[in-house]
Each structure stands twice: as C-alpha cells, then as structure tokens.
C-alpha cells in the first residue's frame, strides 16, 4: 500500500509527508512540480527513507500521472498542489486557473481512469482527498457565524475562485462517476516551511531583517489560525474515516485581528531575539495600501469534524506561535536560501520596496 501526495514539497503538503513518517511507515510518492513555493529542502530529513520518493512533475500531466498511479499502486491520492497566494492571484491569476482548476481536472481524469481499473475491493477503498480553504465561502460581517460546512460558496478573489472551482469539480466527479473523493476547508495555518510570502512568516523575516512591517489596511481583518500540524492530524483523521463525498471544516477557533497578530510577533521576538538597539520590534509597523477585494473576516466552524472524527486542535495560537516564531529562529538558513532573486523581484512588485 502506498499514498500519493501532490504538492507536498510546499508549506502544509511537507509538514503532512513530514508527520505522516511520524505515525506510519507507508510509502509516500510526493508529486510537485517545485514552483517558486516548492521546496525539496523541506523534505531533506527523509533523505535516504526507502518509503519516500520524491516527483518532480505537473497534476495536470495526465501520462506522467498515469504512470505513478500504474507503477505505485496507491491506495489514496491527497492533492495539496496549488498557486496558494491571494497577492499573486490578483497581479496574475492565469497560473490559478491553470493549476487549480485545469489541473484539479487533469488529476480527476486520470485518477479516474485508475480507480475504474481497480479490483473491486480496492476500488472501495481508494480516496482522493482534495485539500481546500475557508476562503471559498467569502467573507464574514463582525457578527455572523462561523462558516459551516452548509454556507453557499461566494469566493471573492481569483485564488478563492479557482479553488471553489476545484471543489466543485471533485464533487461531481463523485456525484457523477461515484469517485471516492473527501474533501477539507480549512482556515489560515502557521507553523515551519510557511513561505515567506505570506503574513506571519513575512513579519518574523522582516523584523530580523530591520525591515518595515507591512499592514494592510486599518489591519482590523480577522483571520482564523490553525497551527498546520493540527490541519495535517485533520486530514489524517479524515482521509481514515471520512464519508465519502462529504466536507470537513477545519479549524482552530482562534480568530484574531491581522495587526494583533503582528504585536504578538513583536513581543515574542523581543522576548527571544531583542533587537540590537533595545527599541521594540513594533517600531518596525507600517501601515500600507489595502490588498484589492480585501476579505474582512473568516472563521470556521469546526464541530463537524470533532463530534463525527473526535478531532480536536492541539495547539492553542499562544503555544503554536511560540513554537512557530521558535522555528524560524533556528532555522535561518532554511529561509535565507528561499529569499533569493524570486522571492526578491516579488517583494519588489508587491510593496515597492
Ligand atoms: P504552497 O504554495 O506552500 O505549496 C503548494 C505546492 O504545490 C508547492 O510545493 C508547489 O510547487 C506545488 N504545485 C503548484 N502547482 C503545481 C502543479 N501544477 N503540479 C504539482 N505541484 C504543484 O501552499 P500551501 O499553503 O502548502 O497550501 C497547500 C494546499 O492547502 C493548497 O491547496 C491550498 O489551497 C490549501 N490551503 C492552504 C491554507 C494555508 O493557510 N496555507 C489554508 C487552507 C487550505
Ligand atoms: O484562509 C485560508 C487561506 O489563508 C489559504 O487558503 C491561502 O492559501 C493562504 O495564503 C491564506 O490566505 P490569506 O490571504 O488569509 O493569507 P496571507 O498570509 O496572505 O494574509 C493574512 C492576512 O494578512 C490577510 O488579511 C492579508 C494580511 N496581510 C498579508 C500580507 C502578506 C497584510 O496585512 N500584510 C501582508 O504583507
């Protein structure tokens, strides 16, 4: 028996292939096509573990995927591939739609085409578990409730369109051809490989570097942090013992303001790693332009999960970050060869740096 996981040389796809060698000895094929956000470095560690193999290739390469799901054999296939970036969708949304909706298809397709050849038995074992946001049901008003599983899809931004599309695209190929599929929402997660594109890593690299603290906005925007260990425990729960053709929100129940986020990055690293001149790290805030179609507030629901999957967050945001900021400090290198000329030339178009 074996699993495939797609994109898993990325941020949450390599923390699940990390802890998955934590709890099994099951062999994992890891396709990514190593993007700007695909990182081998962060499977280094299972250098030389017989069970792991690492492909370097597209979901939407319907032969190359043939080939893995005829040579492996797997019992499951958990696509993380994605452009994952709201930003980078909004200056070019062209890879989105090509990866997360052409792509999500290709993969069906040739999944598909497999599970169809299988043996009876394993035909009902397989999964394909399509890894997904919160970001697909919109943006919540102060006092709505939490987004549940039943909420209507109203995406607002290309990267939310395209994964909405994604998810209706695995729902039908179970509606239609009654292809095994499960598929997660979850909410904001954090913790080690997070690429330093995104908020929390981007704060932590930039108060080390004496660079500004970018805040969209008032900063007021609420987020729901679930530290990504928890989303990939999730996912295992679900990938175990989920209905087939159903949604599990996934989340950690910690919603917080962007710029109360920030001062909790300040402190813990005036804390752990003071800068040189005595001065807080807030200093280093600055207000800048609002991100275009800026969604206010997200928050999920998810009691579905705990009270059918017994799954519960372990972290609390407090521990989880600490952990998080922790993690960056020891592991300086790992992000000093990620902010090379690409990462650069995005920074650049993004703040005017
Ligand atoms: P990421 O950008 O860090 O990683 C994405 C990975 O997919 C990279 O390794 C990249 O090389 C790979 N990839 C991109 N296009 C590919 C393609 N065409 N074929 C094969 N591989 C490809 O993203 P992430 O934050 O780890 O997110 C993983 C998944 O989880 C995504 O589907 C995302 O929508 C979803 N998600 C993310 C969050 C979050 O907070 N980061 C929350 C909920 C859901
Ligand atoms: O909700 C789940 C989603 O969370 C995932 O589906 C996405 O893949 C993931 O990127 C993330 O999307 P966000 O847009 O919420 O994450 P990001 O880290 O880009 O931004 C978090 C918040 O911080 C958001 O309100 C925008 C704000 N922000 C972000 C950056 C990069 C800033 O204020 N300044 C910044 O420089």
Redesign the pocket.
């Known amino acids: 028996m074996s699993i495939i996981v797609t994109g898993g040389a990325g941020f949450i796809g390599s923390n699940f292939v990390l802890d998955w060698f934590g709890t099994s000895d099951e062999p994992v094929i890891t396709l990514d096509k190593l993007t700007y956000a695909g990182n081998p470095e962060n499977l280094a560690s299972l250098a030389g573990n017989p069970h792991h193999q690492l492909v370097q290739g597209d979901i939407g390469d319907t032969k190359l995927v043939a080939e893995l799901l005829a040579k492996h054999k797997p019992r499951a296939v958990l696509n993380f591939a994605a452009e ?4 980078r969708s909004i200056h070019g949304p062209g890879e989105f739609i090509q990866t997360n909706i052409v792509g999500t298809f290709h993969l069906l397709e040739a999944v598909r085409a497999y599970w169809n050849g299988l043996p009876d038995d394993e035909r009902a074992a397989f999964r394909f578990l399509h890894v997904s ?3 697909v049901y919109g943006s919540l008003k102060k006092d709505d409730p939490a987004f549940s599983e039943t909420n209507r899809y109203e995406p607002n931004s290309p ?1 939310s369109a395209s ?1 909405a599309a994604s998810d209706h695209l695995v729902r039908a190929y179970h509606h239609t051809y009654g292809l095994p599929v499960l598929t997660t929402n ?4 954090y913790g080690p490989y997070h690429f330093p ?4 890593p ?1 704060v932590i690299h930039n108060a080390l570097a004496g660079k500004p603290l ?3 906005g008032d ?1 007021q ?1 609420i ?1 729901d942090w679930l530290y990504v260990k928890d989303h990939c425990a999730a996912i295992r729960r679900v990938l175990a013992d989920g209905k087939l053709g159903e949604t599990y929100n996934v989340g950690g129940w910690n919603e917080k303001a ?1 710029l109360d986020v920030v001062h909790t990055l300040c402190t813990l690293l005036d804390e752990l790693s003071p800068r040189a001149d005595g001065q807080p790290y807030k200093n280093q805030i600055t207000f800048v332009k609002d ?1 275009p179609g ?2 206010q507030r ?1 928050a999920i629901d998810a009691s579905r999960l705990e009270r059918e999957l017994g799954w519960k967050p372990a972290e609390t945001f407090e521990s989880g970050i600490r952990k998080t900021v922790q993690w960056y400090l020891a592991n300086q290198a790992w992000v000093a060869n990620i902010t090379s000329g690409a990462y650069r030339d995005w920074v650049n178009t993004q703040y005017d740096a």
Do not use: A, F
Request: net charge negative; charged share 30%.
């Open positions: 994952s970036h709201v930003d946001t919160d970001e990267y994964k979850c909410s904001n997660n594109e995104k908020l929390i981007l970018p805040i969209y900063g925007q987020r962007n991100r800026h969604d997200y």
